[in-house]
């Protein structure tokens, strides 16, 4: 019984061995510590978008990227567990590959940076690779070759199904929260309320690996095969996982809930496709192909289901739409939400932001107001207001339709997201077009507060 014992400790011991070198493995990394600065920087840049719309910021991106950062790690141990029975054969040139992968694909669109399309990308290649058998070169592109030949793509697809899988929770979970309130220039030209919802979790991966020498597992992965017979040993994967919509005729939260189930959908299609081309080599290229272009359908559907829709940020007959609420502010202790209508201010009928103001005046210490819910009832509310508090409770009201900037949607490149630039469009009344033109650039102009007319995506 003590030979036991002492057999079963040393195992353990063993495993706690090679967890803690697999995690000074991934602090040796510098692909975790390039997801997170790149994370820190899109947030910077909603920051600084809301503030040149709103003169206030909505959220803070230190702590949204702090929020990322646990939800990538609680993720990252669940698919680390995942992937335990699945099992993935990876090399520290396949590592260099995927995220050589994930980094060029980024120069051309930064949501390009995911999993799916890497793992996609390298199946194609070494598909193409495997039709031209004589050509073997030398040096490092010979080294490039050999890594990609022996790269594992059903097993990688699978990586990537099961990263899917995690982003659809977290998706559901936090994607809503992450949401950034936009101007945005609706299908007839006048200015509709909408949110941009783009997120990054960088994510830590404990993978078990076959490796020589190493504890025995009492399962054997699916794939792999005979190469678990040997051991098993841990490698450490940083990846950085993504999601990105735009919603004018929906609240984020529903977004988020319609977005992550369409996710499962897709990660149990790419899975199914991997473990299939795995047993049937020749699917391989359809699994690899499948993965990136179905991705893009989804992004495609859900760019065409919201041109179909009306937008629901828009300011009624009676009352003004609410398009977002400030953390903290009275707005939010009131509980008004998002998307719903300030009817009455005080006992005033309020249909602009004048007759709001001019509302609140009448009673500087204390107001009542009724607001239209979801369902159309009304709810009524009061309370004291104090110096210093925001001058609409911290409502963020939906665009006048005629008046404002606009931002205009376009494809992020990393040059864009570095530069911090965006494209914005002023859109004026009659009258104030006409006094803007004989403005010259100066204080409180465009051109002073440095708008450049460059593309944006978020």
């Not at 006992?347 to 932001?353: A, C």
């Not at 979801?374 to 104090?386: D, L, V």
């Not at 900037?405 to 490149?413: Q, T």
Request: with cysteine.
């Amino acid at each position: 019984m003590t030979k036991e014992s002492d057999r079963i400790l040393d195992i353990a011991m063993e495993w706690v061995w090679m967890v803690l070198d697999a995690g000074l493995m991934m602090l040796a990394q510098p692909f975790y510590y390039i997801s997170v600065i790149l994370i820190g920087i899109l947030y910077r840049r909603q920051v600084l978008l809301e503030r040149m719309l709103f003169h206030v910021r909505v959220n803070g991106w230190q702590s949204q990227t702090l929020r990322t950062m646990l939800g990538g790690l609680v993720a990252g141990l669940g698919v680390s567990v995942m992937m335990a029975f699945l099992g993935i054969t990876l090399t520290m040139s396949a590592v260099l590959c995927l995220w050589a992968a994930s980094l060029l694909l980024m120069l051309f669109r930064v949501r390009f940076l995911c999993f799916a399309y890497a793992a996609g990308l390298l199946g194609i290649v070494q598909s193409v690779l495997g039709w031209f058998p004589g050509w073997q070169p030398e040096g490092w592109l010979g080294s490039v070759h050999t890594a990609l030949l022996n790269l594992n793509v059903p097993s990688l697809l699978a990586l990537a199904a099961v990263l899917h899988l995690a982003e659809a929770g977290l998706v559901m979970l936090q994607g809503g929260r992450f949401a950034s309130p936009l101007f945005l220039e609706g299908k007839r030209g006048k200015l509709v309320g909408g949110y941009q919802m783009q997120s990054f979790w960088p994510l830590p991966l404990f993978l078990l690996v076959p490796s020589a020498g190493g504890p025995m597992l009492p399962w054997t992965p699916f794939f792999g095969g005979d190469a678990w017979m040997s051991g098993a040993g841990i490698a450490a994967l940083p990846v950085l996982i993504g999601f990105g919509e735009m919603t004018q005729s929906m609240l984020p939260k529903q977004k988020a809930v319609i977005s992550g189930k369409r996710l499962v959908i897709y990660s149990s299609i790419v899975l199914m496709l991997s473990l299939l081309a795995d047993w049937w080599p020749p699917l391989m290229l359809a699994a690899a192909l499948a993965a990136p272009l179905l991705h893009e359908g989804l992004a495609w559907y859900s760019r065409y289901e919201e041109q179909q829709r009306s937008p629901l940020f828009v300011h009624p007959p009676k009352g003004l739409k609410v398009l977002a609420v400030l953390p903290g502010s009275p707005a939010e202790e009131l509980g008004i939400l998002a998307g719903e209508t300030i009817l009455k201010v005080n006992g005033t009928l309020v249909r602009s932001k004048e007759q709001l103001h001019a509302a609140l005046r009448q009673n500087a210490a204390f107001c009542k107001l009724e607001v239209q819910n979801y369902e159309g009832e009304s709810k009524f509310m009061q309370r004291a207001i104090y110096a210093g508090e925001h001058h609409q409770l911290g409502v963020i009201l939906s665009p006048d339709p005629d008046a404002g900037l606009a931002v205009r949607l376009k494809p992020l490149s990393i040059a864009g997201l570095l530069g911090m630039k965006w494209s914005l469009k002023n859109k004026m009344t009659a009258e104030e077009e006409g006094a803007e033109t004989r403005t010259p650039a100066g204080k409180g102009s465009p051109a002073a507060a440095g708008l450049e007319k460059d593309s944006l995506e978020m």
